[in-house]
């Protein structure tokens, strides 16, 4: 489980509030109350190590507070995917929260820019967060017994997990902004925001590099998976391809299936509701703003 553990979601309490909900209608019920018993955990983490991060002023106080929170994070963020990984296989976390992740995520984005969070940057972030820990945790089973001929000075593990650490706390804090669970900080403190999560990003992809190199053979590293498709890639596709179409269905929830659209209404439970009876298990659905403008969010 040590490499799993490097998996580094983005653990808001509207994430938790989302991840306990999917696992609910998926009967993990038992599984769905370890999450929701994480919560209090979670809300006095954001209370203690991001709300300050808000308060910098300048880029001195951001790269000193960022240094020194992110650290002290560490063993929280560690406690959080044990006892997410000691009850949830590592792919089905995965699945379970790639999908609370997208789907957030395509609502909280359109907000990024007001905040003075440069949206495209962070969209590439999510993506290539995405892809780089669906990689991780499929390919983590695959290591074991290994012989790594891999130096230490070229995967330095100590290096992998404070980065890992340093990524989870950037986009943790980025997405606790856009959710408007703490204040937006004045600039320049978003942006460099941006700047620590792609630099982390960066570091981290490397030495999952590294690693890969020496425990996959060179043919599975570009092998297509066939859950390269599990994220909710098409439905989000589809959104931001039917800009027109959503536009006529302002203050509606519509729910999406693959490349098509399915039911819509007013009421969040009735728009389910339609989907359930034309047998989807698990509806993907969202609200569309009144303002064409306004964000998405994904439920």
Do not use: C
Not at 89 to 99: C, F, G, I, R
Not at 154 to 174: I, P, S
Not at 207 to 214: G, I, S, T
């Amino acid at each position: 489980m040590a490499l799993e553990l490097q998996f580094a979601p983005v653990m808001t309490p509207r994430t938790l509030e989302e991840l306990a909900r999917i696992l609910r209608e998926g009967d993990r019920r038992d599984v769905a109350e370890i999450v929701s018993d994480l919560m209090p955990v979670v809300q006095e983490v954001v209370e203690n190590f991001f709300k300050p991060i808000s308060q910098a002023r300048n880029e001195k106080a951001f790269r000193d507070t960022f240094d020194r929170l992110s650290r002290e994070f560490e063993p929280y963020r560690l406690y959080v995917n044990i006892r997410l990984l000691q009850t949830l296989d590592p792919a089905k976390l995965l699945e379970s929260y790639t999908e609370v992740f997208l789907q957030l995520s395509e609502g909280l984005l359109h907000s990024a820019d007001e905040k003075g969070i440069p949206a495209e940057r962070l969209k590439k972030i999510v993506t290539d967060y995405v892809t780089t820990f669906s990689n991780l945790v499929r390919r983590a089973a695959n290591l074991g017994g290994m012989e790594m001929s891999v130096s230490v000075q070229e995967l330095n593990l100590a290096d992998w997990v404070r980065y890992a650490t340093r990524l989870d706390y950037g986009l943790t804090a980025l997405f606790l902004i856009l959710e408007g669970t703490i204040p937006t900080p004045s600039k320049p403190t978003p942006a460099l925001l941006v700047d620590a999560t792609e630099d982390s990003l960066d570091h981290f992809n490397k030495q999952w590099e590294a690693l890969a190199r020496v425990s996959f053979p060179q043919s599975a590293m570009h092998k297509p998976s066939a859950e390269a498709d599990s994220a909710r890639t098409q439905e989000l596709q589809w959104v931001r391809d039917h800009s027109t179409v959503l536009r006529d269905l302002a203050g509606k929830w519509v729910v999406v299936e693959g490349d098509r659209l399915v039911a819509s209404d007013p009421q969040y439970e009735t728009a389910r509701e339609m989907a359930v009876h034309k047998g989807i298990v698990r509806p993907f659905i969202i609200y569309v703003p009144e303002s064409v403008e306004g964000a998405f969010m994904g439920l």
